[in-house]
């Protein structure tokens, strides 16, 4: 791999001797890609996330992305930018394989991949108890819920209409007995 010399001769019947000679450049190394962001398992909705490259390749000829396993491949000419919103839409939920493809003058292809998650689901909220209507006095109401959400962040209730936001973990607890004072 680098500079190659190549030295022609020629030699004549006198015994003459001609040359010339070409400097060429070898590259037999396939480019080297660095994913800096997207990180494996990152979190994404609707908005097609950023992404960030470390190139090592001076002679890049093609640069393209894909998220369909082929099927559609998308060029890019900056290193960080964002996946193309139109292509982002088409997926669903899941887990989405973002591979760069970076391709230089001399053919050699590199590529690198992350796994990323999109997720556009609603998270379901099931509420068992209190139940709709029920009458409570001075203490304040246990609750026991059901919540499907693979990618839970936050949780919390309010008993004044968004004012406090009280956080919870889990499933079940009792409403903070101050704020139901």
Known sequence: ???V???FYINDTTGNLGS???IINKD???PQITINSPTSSD???YSAPAFNLNILEGNIDTTWYTID??????????FSWSINQSEWDKKGSGTVKIIFYINDTAGNLGSDEVIINKDVEVPQITIYSPASSENFANF???FSLNILEANLDTSWYTIDDGITNIPFIG???SIDQSEWD
Do not use: Q
């Open 20 to 22: 010339d000679e070409v």
């Open 69 to 78: 396993e082929g099927l559609t491949k998308i060029t890019f000419v900056r």
């Open 171 to 173: 499933f079940s607890g």
């Open 43 to 45: 979190n994404f909705a």
């Open 5 to 7: 010399k190549i030295t």
């Open 1 to 3: 791999n680098g500079t």
């Open 28 to 30: 037999i190394e396939a």
């Open 140 to 142: 304040a109401p246990v």
